[in-house]
């Protein structure tokens, strides 16, 4: 017990807890819902639970390029057409840097959507990793 209350070993020991923490923090806050997704988590929910990437950009930047088969429904629509995605599934969130997501992801959970989460690094994280583009006329 004069180990644990001994004045160097105790501020050894807070560090040793504060460092343990902040490694779990990544592995706890992946998996929650309004939170950043990285690129193979979201292609896997895509995949096997049907999830909907949704692009939150501007129709015009969408229109230039965007992830095949998403939708897109621009940030500034958000409020009034979110009742037009589906509350079954997973939603992830596309931006171009990973950066505006987050503030219609939060939007979207006060309207009762559950499963929403944002794609870490946006567009720009796509792209990044060589994935296919789709350009819409």
Do not use: Y
Request: hydrophobic content about 40%.
């Amino acid at each position: 017990m004069d180990f644990l209350l001994s004045q160097n070993n105790l501020w050894i020991l807070l560090i040793a807890v504060a460092a343990g923490g902040m490694l779990l923090w990544p592995s706890v806050s992946r998996g929650r819902p309004g939170g950043r997704i990285e690129l193979d988590d979201a292609i896997r929910q895509v995949n096997k639970e049907h999830g909907v990437f949704v692009d939150i950009r501007a129709t015009e930047q969408f229109k230039a390029g965007n992830i095949p088969q998403s939708r897109n429904l621009p940030a500034a629509d958000i409020e009034a057409q979110h009742g037009t995605l589906p509350k079954d599934k997973p939603l992830i969130l596309v931006c171009a840097h990973g950066r505006e997501s987050q503030r219609v992801a939060a939007s979207l959970r006060k309207h009762g959507f559950d499963r929403v989460s944002c794609l870490s690094g946006g567009l720009d994280s796509w792209v990044q990793a060589g994935m296919p583009l789709s350009r819409k006329s």
